[in-house]
């Protein structure tokens, strides 16, 4: 089975625009949850996906938003971006029900200058 | 709100060597808990899951244990090797489902 596929894997963006991170989860799995991870922050929790609908959020403010669609691919959008949003986002799959594993992509690197 | 500690923040041994890296946690009321290893600028690779009931876990030269009722999980890795250098994250599942609360690392070196 192929794993959790993340694009792109680098972006360069500044100040105010807009970003969109997409994530594939591994087949089959309907669960999809995002993570940014900072030196400064570690990793912290964005929110999840299940079955298209967000089902779970962490305390990120409203600029972080995100979707699923039908064949359970997940996109995550950042708006007005800041300095602070630069970090690498991870997004990680699971079946989605019960206590299960959860397997990382290997994440996009977000520089905003 | 669950908080999750890794001791030692770093750690260097001489290839070969036994370690034990430690993970406590202050929620006991947790799903499952998971190890990870990520290599430098890399994402997360999953080494062990343990469920809440359960009390450890293998997998080739790893072996982890948790003990809920006192808050900690120790992952050992035996005949450590040049190529286990790496962040090792553990990571607890609890309150909200599927929302994993990370510690900060043990970033392991291990010596040739």
């Known amino acids: 089975k192929a794993g959790v596929t993340q694009t792109p894997r680098y972006l360069i963006k500044t100040r105010g625009q807009q970003v969109t991170l997409s994530c594939s989860p591994i087949?089959?799995?309907?669960?999809v949850s995002w993570y940014q991870q900072t030196p400064g922050q570690g990793l912290q929790f964005l929110f999840e996906y299940f079955s298209e609908t967000q089902r779970n959020k962490g305390n990120f403010p409203g600029r972080f938003s995100g979707r699923q669609f039908s064949n359970s691919r997940s996109e995550m959008n950042v708006s007005t971006l800041e300095l602070g949003d630069s970090a690498l986002y991870l997004c990680a799959s699971s079946e989605g029900t019960g206590t299960v594993e959860q397997f990382f992509g290997p994440g996009t690197r977000l520089t905003v200058l | 709100k669950q908080e999750v500690t890794q001791i030692p923040a770093a750690l260097s041994v001489p290839e070969g060597e036994n370690l034990v890296l430690n993970c406590s946690f202050t929620?006991?009321?947790?799903?499952?808990l998971q190890w990870f290893r990520q290599d430098p600028g890399k994402g997360l690779t999953s080494l062990l899951l343990i469920q809440s009931s359960q009390r450890e876990q293998t997998s080739g030269r790893l072996n982890a244990s948790l003990d809920k009722s006192s808050g900690r999980s120790t992952l050992y890795i035996a005949a450590s090797q040049p190529g286990d250098s790496a962040t090792y994250l553990c990571a607890v599942e609890g309150g909200s489902a599927r929302q994993l609360t990370f510690g900060s690392g043990t970033q392991l070196t291990v010596l040739p």
């Open positions: 087949s089959g799995h309907r669960s």
């Open positions: 929620d006991s009321a947790i799903y499952n």
